[in-house]
């Protein structure tokens, strides 16, 4: 818009002299570096979304990714974490072990599948959420996309989950359990979740979780900004 006025009261001078014309100019210029600039930010943000997702699906989506990793293991849904020591005391301990296996390996085949619909899921950042983001925490970028597509990603997500948990059979692991679960004292008052919903939700934490350690990489170490647009975004 300020262009535009610019150039309007350009052509709307009966005799523009060339001091006039450079007088325009100069006010001209800073204005279109800071859009270019903000274009910058807003592009590199998304650049460092999308390698931090490349590398989030290649670390989850392999052997132990999930299982292996400590910090987005997926566990026993916690109601029936509370009757765990019961559960095993009835013999069924070797069921929750295969069951907490295959929830895992069910998410990590299920992560690679995951990148287009993450990718295609990047919000167009405004410019004020850019520089915001740019000037936040370390994991600022993740947390924004986070807020913005958790909903969205969790409905497109659940039917590529649904798939896998019925190849590792966690679905039938999971009756068998609950079965037993119902017959212990007081689990009437802790029903437990929608398998579907539980594994859905925490893959996508888990996948959340690597992708903000990744955004963190990318801004504290420079052997991590693998493109010219992040080495010069983030430097």
């Known amino acids: 818009m300020q262009i535009i006025l610019i150039i309007i009261l350009l052509l709307a001078s009966p005799s523009p002299s060339f001091a006039q014309f450079d007088k325009l100019l100069n006010k001209l210029k800073p204005i279109t570096q800071t859009k270019l600039s903000d274009t910058n930010i807003a592009a590199g943000l998304k650049e460092a979304l999308k390698v931090g997702i490349n590398n989030a699906v290649k670390f989850t989506g392999k052997k132990d990714g999930y299982f292996g990793n400590e910090a987005i293991k997926i566990p026993i849904p916690p109601q029936l974490q509370k009757f765990e020591k019961g559960l095993r005391a009835v013999g069924v301990g070797p069921k929750l072990d295969e069951f907490v296996l295959s929830m895992n390996r069910a998410a990590e085949a299920s992560a690679p599948l995951a990148e287009d619909i993450f990718i295609n899921s990047i919000l167009d950042m405004s410019i004020d959420d850019a520089q915001k983001i740019l000037k936040g925490g370390d994991t600022s970028a993740t947390d924004h996309f986070k807020a913005k597509t958790t909903q969205k990603l969790q409905e497109v997500f659940k039917p590529v989950i649904n798939k896998k948990l019925a190849e590792f059979n966690v679905t039938k692991k999971y009756s068998d359990i609950l079965n037993k679960y119902k017959t212990l004292p007081l689990s009437s ?34 052997a991590a900004r693998v493109t010219d647009m992040l080495k010069q975004v983030f430097k």
Do not use: C, M, N
Not at 205 to 212: A, K, M, P, Q, R
């Open 189 to 222: 008052k802790f029903p437990a979740p929608d398998i579907s919903e539980y594994v859905t939700s925490k893959g996508l934490d888990g996948l959340f979780y690597v992708l903000g350690q990744e955004e963190k990489k990318i801004r504290t170490d420079p």
